[in-house]
T-cell receptor, first 116, second 115 residues
Framework: AQSVTQPDIHITVSEGASLELRCNYS??????LFWYVQSPGQGLQLLLK??????LVQGIKGFEAEFKRSQSSFNLRKPSVHWSDAAEYFC??????????????FGKGTHLIIQP | DAGVTQSPTHLIKTRGQQVTLRCSPK?????VSWYQQALGQGPQFIFQ???????QRGNFPDRFSGHQFPNYSSELNVNALLLGDSALYLC??????????????FGQGTRLTVV
């Protein structure tokens, strides 16, 4: 069965510093990969997605992620974080049989704290 | 253009009761998926509806059932509520024809508390 691991439950970063959130997946084929962000009490907002092609994908709010097949990873990065980036971040993978809009498997999330 | 809308936003129910949650998809979308997000966890896929039929299902018991209406809106029903059903229930909509190349859009969720 497919799975997603986000090894860091909490990460604390100073405002203006760079950020990298880790995501590893287990999947038997070329995966559909996503990063979502969730603010407290809110739904999920898509930051970026990888379906195929260029392994470095750009998203909204200055985020980017790199797909590394050899490492089964899809890490999220941002060069300089802002206090408004404090939120919960989820990595997700699409199903074997379907596409990007079918039932996703999510990781448990990484809680990002921004220090002033 | 309204996005995905869910109602109610919050709900408190007693163990053993039944609950119905509602979702209206984004304009132009015909497919609705439901997720359960327990506190401190990532969302878990419950099922997906297209053309008024359940197309995919995650690992959830039969107490969880759904329905899709001709206008593409959907309901999630949970029978015989357990304390463990307390969670944020998220609805996501998409267009079935484009599902291989696109992603789903999520609503704000319904917070269900079972006491």
């Amino acid at each position: 069965a497919q799975s997603v691991t986000q090894p860091d439950i909490h990460i604390t970063v100073s405002e203006g510093a760079s950020l990298e959130l880790r995501c590893n997946y287990s999947y038997g084929a070329t995966p559909y990969l996503f990063w979502y962000v969730q603010s407290p009490g809110q739904g999920l907002q898509l930051l970026l997605k990888y379906f195929s092609g260029d392994t470095l994908v750009q998203g909204i709010k200055g985020f980017e992620a790199e797909f590394k097949r050899s490492q089964s990873s899809f890490n999220l990065r941002k060069p300089s974080v802002h206090w408004s980036d404090a939120a919960e971040y989820f990595c997700a993978v699409g199903p074997y049989s379907g596409g990007g809009a079918d039932g996703l498997t999510f990781g448990k999330g990484t809680h990002l704290i921004i220090q002033p | 253009d309204a996005g995905v809308t869910q109602s109610p936003t919050h709900l408190i129910k007693t163990r053993g009761q039944q609950v119905t949650l509602r979702c209206s998809p984004k304009s132009g979308h015909d497919t609705v998926s439901w997720y359960q997000q327990a506190l401190g966890q990532g969302p878990q896929f419950i099922f997906q509806y297209y053309e008024e039929e359940e197309r995919q299902r995650g690992n959830f018991p039969d107490r969880f059932s759904g329905h899709q209406f001709p206008n593409y809106s959907s309901e999630l029903n949970v029978n015989a509520l357990l304390l463990g059903d307390s969670a944020l229930y998220l609805c996501a909509s998409s267009n079935y024809r484009d599902r291989v190349i696109t992603e789903a859009f999520f609503g704000q969720g319904t917070r269900l508390t079972v006491v």
